[in-house]
């Protein structure tokens, strides 16, 4: 049988097997007193020294958080995306075709913003509050049109 070698002692404190261990009178390092405290308790007195070097950033401001409902969540999408998913969305019900063109309201269905990326194979009328150049370019070479929110004719 082979024995592990154990890197570390069984404790590193216990010194010269003596009654206290190296720790004086026998109470030293008995009782609750020992702990310096509950929780945070001491961390701008006798535990300084333990924030300074763990926790640095323990006392005092630190910037505003602004609540999180009040912070705007992007919500966008890729034109290849959207165009991967025009079927599943004539098929719920979430887009409907007009003149010829798939009308898809973006807003409506939780997106902010339209991205360029990807290929866009059909004529879409989009209707979203924000579209990048590249997007806007993309839709109108296959035929299609975009409607930004707050600018066009349409809110819905």
């Not at 261990?21 to 535990?47: C, D, L, Y």
């Not at 019900?93 to 010829?100: I, K, P, Q, V, Y």
């Not at 070479?141 to 809110?155: C, K, R, S, T, Y």
Request: hydrophobic content about 40%; glycine content about 14%; charged content about 30%.
């Amino acid at each position: 049988m082979v024995m592990v070698v154990r890197r570390r002692k069984k404790s590193r404190k216990l010194r010269g097997r003596t009654r206290s261990m190296g720790w004086g009178r026998i109470g030293q390092h008995r009782g609750s007193g020992a702990r310096g405290g509950f929780g945070a308790a001491g961390m701008h007195k006798h535990m300084w020294t333990w924030v300074v070097k763990y926790a640095p950033t323990w006392f005092g401001k630190h910037g505003f958080n602004r609540p999180p409902e009040l912070v705007a969540q992007p919500r966008e999408i890729n034109v290849g995306e959207l165009d991967e998913l025009v079927d599943k969305l004539l098929r719920e019900g979430l887009a409907r075709e007009e003149n010829g063109k798939i009308v898809v309201n973006l807003a409506e269905l939780g997106y902010n913003t339209l991205l360029g990326k990807g290929k866009v194979s059909r004529p879409l009328r989009v209707i979203v509050p924000r579209a990048t150049e590249k997007a806007i370019e993309k839709i109108k070479a296959a035929g299609g049109e975009v409607v930004i929110l707050g600018e066009g004719e349409e809110g819905a």
